[in-house]
C-alpha cells in the first residue's frame, strides 16, 4: 500500500536556497554528507526518499548548481560543499 505524504508549507526568503520540505532536507543533508558523488547521491536520496515517504520523486545531483523550475511546494534543494541536490514530487 502506498504511503501518502503531507507537503509542508513554504518557509522560505528571497534569499536562501528553497526547500520547503524540512524533513526532505535532513533526510538529503544525511546522504549528501556521506558522499561528494552526485550519481552515489542522487539514487541514494532518491532510495531514501521513496523508503521513508513511499511516493515518487524526480531527484538530480550535480557538482555545480542546475537550473530546475518548478510550481508548487513539492520539492527541496539543497548543498553541501561542491554537491547540488533537487527532488521534486511526482504527483500523477
Not at 8 to 33: A, F, N
Not at 61 to 89: H, I, P
Amino acid at each position: 500500500m502506498q504511503k501518502i505524504f503531507k507537503v509542508e508549507k513554504p518557509v522560505r526568503t528571497e534569499t536562501e536556497l528553497d526547500c520547503p520540505q524540512r524533513s526532505w532536507k535532513s533526510l538529503m543533508e544525511k546522504v549528501m554528507k556521506e558522499t561528494s558523488d552526485a550519481t552515489h547521491a542522487k539514487f541514494a536520496i532518491h532510495k531514501a526518499m521513496e523508503h521513508k515517504f513511499g511516493s515518487r520523486f524526480f531527484v538530480t545531483c550535480d557538482n555545480k548548481k542546475v537550473s530546475f523550475v518548478t510550481n508548487g511546494n513539492g520539492y527541496c534543494n539543497s548543498r553541501e560543499g561542491d554537491l547540488f541536490c533537487q527532488v521534486v514530487a511526482l504527483v500523477a
